[in-house]
C-alpha cells in the first residue's frame, strides 16, 4: 500500500495504576514488518512520564497487529524509554527476558462496563441496584446479559487482530465480562492483555461505554469485585511435573507473599477479603480446585498426573500484566 496507518500504543506514568495512551503515525511505503516501524517520540510531560523543561520521551515497537478496524492500519505496542535510550522508571516490560519461552501465561481479563451518566455497571439502575447475584453469569437474556454486542465485536476485533484470544463469558455481577488471553512467553502474553485492554476500551468508546479495572469498582458491597487471574506453567510442570514438585512451587509463593501484592493491582486489599471466591490479602494458601484460596491447582492437572499449570488469583483487573508475569517467573525459578 502506498501508506499505512500506525496506531502507537504505550502506558503512560500515572501511579499507582497506568491506563493506555495511543496516537496515529501515517507512514508510506510501509512493509507490515515490525522491524519497519520507526521510533516515536512523545510529550512525557503530559503523561506523568517527564518534565516540561525536558518532556521528550521514546516509543519503541515491541509488537504489531493489524487494526481490524480501520482501514490500512495497525496497532503497535511500545514501551517507554526515556531520551537517552534506557527504559523508562514506569516500563514494566522491560522487566522480562524477552527471549525465555520457557513459560507459558494465560490471563483471564475481567472488566466492568460502565454507563457514564449513572457511573454504575450496565444492568444498575439509577440509584440502586438489580437483582442479586447467581443470573449474570455466563448469562443469556436482556434481564442478565448487559452489553453484549460490545463484547462480541471485541472478540471478533481480537481475532481479526491476530491476538491469541481464548473466550469471552459474562462474569459473576451484571455488567461485568471477562476475556482470556493464552501465549507462550511473559512479554507476549503482556503485549496482547494490553492490546486486547486497547480494544475493549476503543470499542466501549464507539457506543458511549466507559471500561473500568478497578479490583472493587461497586465498593464494601455483596457484589464479586474484578480479577486477572494467572494461569502458569513452565517446561518441568508441562512435561516432569510431579505432586512433590507442584507443591514446592506452591509453598515458594508462600514466601513471598508482599512481594506478589506490590505488582498486583492497585486497591485489592477491597477485593481480596476472603469472600467473594478469593482468599483474604494478608493470608496465604493453595489448594486442589480451591477459589478461595490464593493458588488454586486445577483438578486437571491433578487428574494428569501432576502435569500441567497452577492458577494465581489473587491479580487484580487493573494489574500489569508483564509486573504479574515476571514476579511469577522469579518466584517459580527458586522452587528449583
Not at 74 to 100: C, F, K, Q, W
Not at 178 to 185: L, N, T, Y
Not at 224 to 238: D, T, V
Amino acid at each position: 500500500m502506498s501508506y499505512a496507518k500506525l496506531e502507537y500504543i504505550w502506558l503512560d506514568g500515572y501511579k499507582p495504576t497506568q491506563t493506555l495512551r495511543s496516537k496515529t503515525k501515517v507512514v508510506h511505503n510501509f512493509s507490515g514488518n515490525l522491524e519497519d516501524c520507526p521510533m516515536w517520540s512523545f510529550d512525557g510531560s503530559s503523561t506523568e512520564q517527564a518534565e516540561g523543561s525536558s518532556s521528550d520521551c521514546l516509543l519503541k515497537p515491541v509488537a504489531i497487529y493489524p487494526d481490524p478496524d480501520r482501514e490500512f492500519s495497525y496497532l503497535v505496542m511500545t514501551e517507554v524509554l526515556n531520551a537517552d535510550g534506557t527504559p523508562h522508571e514506569s516500563n514494566g516490560r522491560a522487566s522480562i527476558d524477552e527471549d525465555d519461552v520457557d513459560f507459558w501465561f494465560g490471563f483471564e481479563q475481567e472488566y466492568f462496563l460502565i454507563d457514564p451518566e449513572t457511573n454504575l455497571p450496565l444492568g444498575f439502575p439509577a440509584g440502586g441496584y438489580p437483582a442479586p447475584q447467581g443470573p449474570y453469569y455466563c448469562g443469556v437474556g436482556g434481564k442478565s446479559a448487559y452489553g453484549r454486542e460490545i463484547i462480541e465485536e471485541h472478540l471478533d476485533l481480537c481475532l481479526k487482530a491476530g491476538l491469541n484470544i481464548e473466550g469471552i463469558n459474562a462474569e459473576v455481577a451484571a455488567g461485568q465480562w471477562e476475556f482470556q488471553i493464552f501465549a507462550k512467553g511473559a512479554a507476549q502474553a503482556g503485549d496482547e492483555i494490553w492490546v486486547g485492554r486497547y480494544l475493549i476500551e476503543r470499542t466501549a468508546e464507539k457506543y458511549g461505554v466507559a471500561v473500568d479495572y478497578h479490583p472493587k469498582p461497586l465498593g464494601d458491597t455483596d457484589w464479586n469485585g474484578s480479577g486477572m487471574h494467572a494461569n502458569f506453567s513452565n517446561g518441568k510442570m508441562r512435561n516432569e511435573g510431579g505432586e512433590a514438585y507442584f507443591k514446592a512451587v506452591c509453598e515458594a509463593f508462600g514466601n513471598f507473599i508482599q512481594e506478589h501484592i506490590d505488582v498486583y493491582g492497585a486497591d485489592n486489599h477491597m477485593r481480596l477479603t476472603g469472600k467473594h471466591e478469593t482468599q483474604s490479602i494478608d493470608k496465604y494458601s493453595y489448594g486442589v480446585s480451591d477459589r478461595g484460596a490464593s493458588i488454586r491447582i486445577p483438578v486437571g492437572t491433578v487428574e494428569d498426573g501432576w502435569l500441567g499449570r497452577l492458577e494465581d488469583r489473587r491479580p487484580a483487573s487493573n494489574a500489569d500484566p508483564y509486573k504479574v508475569a515476571a514476579r511469577i517467573i522469579k518466584t517459580v525459578r527458586t522452587a528449583g
